[in-house]
Nanobody, 123 residues
Framework: VQLQACGGGLVQAGGSMRLSCAAS????????MGWFRQAPGKEREFVSV????????YYADSVKGRFTISRDNAKNTVYLQMNSLKPDDTALYYC?????????????????WGQGTLVTVSS
């Protein structure tokens, strides 16, 4: 499956932004979809994941209550709505697909990755 993330840009602290990740290729609904991010000089870290049907969702503690993940299997797209953004949210955001049954926070289990979209939050 090929993944294309978009929606990044520059936003002021406290603002909102929505990222999208469109998938093509194999059946989108066969994959749990995750979002990860990597800030300059840091490791890539888990942000959120949504199960194949959308019934199971996990968030990193750092974004819980501010970010919302969702998916539209008819459109082969996963979204990440980000509210109350902070400068610490500045990073390159990646979407990823995992064909295992249980949605995972571990980046090593993800089989496919998008190219990343840059989110910059100014103070």
């Amino acid at each position: 499956v090929q993944l294309q993330a978009c929606g990044g840009g520059l936003v002021q602290a406290g603002g909102s932004m929505r990222l999208s990740c469109a998938a093509s290729g194999r059946t989108f609904s066969s994959y749990a979809m995750g979002w990860f991010r990597q800030a300059p000089g840091k490791e890539r870290e888990f942000v959120s994941v949504i199960s194949r049907g959308g019934s199971t969702i996990y968030y990193a503690d750092s974004v819980k209550g501010r970010f919302t993940i969702s998916r539209d299997n008819a459109k082969n797209t996963v979204y990440l709505q980000m509210n109350s953004l902070k400068p610490d949210d500045t990073a390159l955001y990646y979407c990823a697909a995992d064909d295992t049954t249980i949605p995972s926070r571990l980046r090593v289990v993800y089989d496919y990755w998008g190219q990343g979209t840059l989110v910059t939050v100014s103070s």
